[in-house]
């Protein structure tokens, strides 16, 4: 058995630990909604409960964040009900991951409803996206981490997010696809890309990152416009890049993900990077929002934005509304864009309104334009 299958490696720990951290922020902000009477998770490929090194593989993490909810919320009345679906063509880890959710107390008596299957991908997709198109007032999310490439078809995550009642997190070992791309497709591969790329030719001569930048916009295609689709990259070394796509209907939720991401790595929120010696994780530490300016620069140089369009074309860019005020600032203090109220008077310097809740009460409080 090769040793990433037995122990949980540095790459699928940081994978793992995103999970984690995301699902944080998105029960807080569900279970806050007074609207959600449940939230469903599901784990399609589950893996191993606890790994032999002891680390919590996916399902028993997204229990812990369940358990973890239950506990700040004791009463009853005040939690929306949790049941977890999680899944693996293995019984062995199966059974593995029961173990472990007895072993760390989550069970019949925990308040959680548990539901394991063991079957192939291909035949438990039906039934989830059955459940997720059932849903009332009730949430779901969605973890795909699949052995390998050929399992997930980019209909899938179209027939998931249907409805909009769910959140998908998707893994892809990139670098077996880009290196596939490179060298001689097999048809599995080739079938992907020509169905996500919609019988477009792709672009020639990508490097990795241009090839994770190019699925990401292709993915953004094919889902359509009213879904927001985020990358965030495990790199190992200059050719070995592991990504994960978030993908969701709830520019909320999406901007969680982003804190997620960006709390995580406070530079470029693109991902981790090992060091070029050894197994631990090396975050870059300076913030890099340049290519956030340029986009500004380039949408305001074709028609002015209000706040609302601003913090959209911001999330859609894979930064944070801060990150968007910062270089409004920046611009509004060399004297190179001029902000408005809604009324035409001029705004109060400093003042640009990009965050949710004006985006939902307010998007057209102020016009930023060129100067």
Not at 48 to 67: H, L
Not at 69 to 95: G, H, I
Not at 114 to 121: H, R
Not at 126 to 149: A, M, Q, T
Request: charged content about 25%; overall charge neutral.
């Amino acid at each position: 058995m090769k040793k990433s299958q037995k122990d949980m490696l540095p790459h699928s720990e940081a994978k793992v630990s995103l999970l984690e951290k995301y699902l944080e922020a998105f029960l807080a902000v569900i279970a806050n909604d007074n609207f959600t009477k449940a939230i469903h998770a599901f784990d399609l490929f589950a893996g191993e409960g606890i790994y032999p090194n002891g680390k919590a593989g996916s399902s028993v993490t997204i229990a812990r964040q369940f358990m973890r909810l239950k506990q700040a919320r004791s009463n009853a009345e005040s939690c929306p009900d949790l049941y977890l679906y999680f899944n693996d063509r293995n019984q062995a880890k199966v059974d593995s991951t029961l173990e472990a959710l007895e072993g760390n107390g989550i069970g019949e008596d925990s308040g959680i409803a548990i539901s394991p299957t063991c079957d192939k991908y291909e035949n438990i997709l039906p039934n989830v996206v059955s459940k997720v198109d059932s849903l009332g007032d009730e949430k779901s999310f969605i973890f795909i981490d699949p052995y390998g490439y050929k399992a997930v078809k980019p209909q899938d995550i179209s027939r998931l997010l249907k409805g909009g009642k769910s959140e998908v997190l998707l893994f892809q070992p990139t670098q077996f696809l880009f290196r596939f791309t490179q060298s001689g497709t097999p048809k599995a591969l080739s079938d992907f890309t020509a169905e996500l790329g919609q019988g477009k030719k792709w672009p020639e001569n990508l490097d990795i990152w241009g090839y994770v930048n190019h699925v990401r916009y292709l993915f953004s295609e094919y889902v359509g416009k009213n879904y927001f689709v985020d990358i965030f990259t495990i790199q190992k070394d200059p050719s070995t890049v592991f990504c994960l796509f978030f993908f969701t209907s709830h520019i909320r939720g999406f901007e969680k993900m982003l804190d997620t991401k960006w709390k995580l790595n406070e530079s470029t929120g693109r991902g981790w990077h090992f060091e070029q010696y050894g197994d631990t994780l090396d975050l870059f530490h300076t913030p890099q929002i340049n290519p956030l300016q340029n986009i500004l620069i380039e949408s305001l140089n074709e028609y002015p934005l209000s706040n609302g369009e601003a913090y959209e074309l911001t999330l859609r860019s894979g930064f944070r509304p801060t990150h968007c005020v910062e270089v409004l600032k920046s611009l509004q203090n060399q004297g190179k864009i001029e902000v408005t109220l809604s009324d035409g008077k001029k705004a109060r310097k400093g003042s640009f309104y990009i965050n949710y809740e004006n985006f939902k009460k307010r998007p057209a409080r102020v016009l930023i334009k060129i100067a």
